[in-house]
Antibody
Framework: QVQLVQSGAEVKKPGASVRVSCKAS????????VVWVRQAPGQGLEWVGWISTYNGETDYAQDFQGRVTMTMDTSTTTVYMEVRSLRSDDTAVYYCARRDHDSSGFPDYFFDHWGQGTLVTVSS | QPALTQPASVSGSPGQSITISCTGTSNDVGTFNLLSWYQQHPGKAPKLIIYDVNKRPSGLSNRFSGSKSGTTASLTISGLQAEDEADYYC????????????FGGGTKLTVL
């Protein structure tokens, strides 16, 4: 079955960087994509960005441009998200989710399987 | 400020039907039928319940349905059950230029 398993919780100081991993299994990793969505405590969902696990193409929300980098390792079917220059308002649960494609090979525009989430706490 | 507008809360009694609205603009909901809904229970990851406005993932109860008119999409849950109590988020593809996907602020559904 499709599974996305994320790395464990992190505590970082302001100005530091964090890298969260998302290991995919149970489907064809190289023909889909992975999005990252975050949720601050008590708040709603916010789209961070997307990486194509087909060719490594990325697309980041404007608010994260220059501070976020998404990469992948096809040998381990793992996607990574690095956030730099962390601020206290980056404290959130970060989720990865699969963006698959339809039977004709066109990309889907929804996220059908989600990781369990990774809490990143930024505090001095 | 979320790009899509949802009511903060709705409530209903078991067996009743409720509808949650999601209002966007011509940059997202009004132009694209690429609107999805997610259910999130406390402390859990979101779960896809509706995609492409009105399609249900395989195996999902037909008590959940979606629709759209103009710049407003709607999620209807019929035959409310206690386990439906959760937060619900809409999400749309967007051409705003600032974010390819935009979410609503979420709606807390309380089953009385």
């Amino acid at each position: 079955q499709v599974q996305l398993v994320q790395s464990g919780a992190e505590v970082k100081k302001p100005g530091a960087s964090v890298r969260v991993s998302c290991k995919a299994s149970g489907y064809s990793f190289s023909t889909s994509g992975v999005v990252w969505v975050r949720q601050a405590p008590g708040q709603g969902l916010e789209w961070v960005g997307w990486i194509s696990t087909y060719n490594g193409e990325t697309d980041y929300a404007q608010d994260f441009q220059g501070r976020v980098t998404m990469t992948m390792d096809t040998s381990t079917t793992t996607v990574y998200m690095e956030v730099r220059s962390l601020r206290s308002d980056d404290t959130a649960v970060y989720y990865c989710a699969r963006r698959d494609h339809d039977s004709s090979g066109f990309p889907d525009y929804f996220f059908d399987h989600w990781g369990q989430g990774t809490l990143v706490t930024v505090s001095s | 400020q979320p790009a899509l507008t949802q009511p903060a809360s709705v409530s209903g009694s078991p067996g009743q039907s409720i509808t949650i609205s999601c209002t966007g603009t011509s940059n997202d909901v009004g132009t694209f039928n690429l609107l999805s809904w997610y259910q999130q229970h406390p402390g859990k990851a979101p779960k896809l319940i509706i995609y492409d406005v009105n399609k249900r993932p395989s195996g999902l109860s037909n008590r959940f349905s979606g629709s759209k008119s103009g710049t407003t999409a709607s999620l209807t849950i019929s035959g409310l059950q206690a386990e439906d109590e959760a937060d619900y988020y809409c999400c749309s593809y967007s051409r705003s230029g600032t974010s390819t996907w935009v979410f609503g602020g979420g709606t807390k559904l309380t089953v009385l």
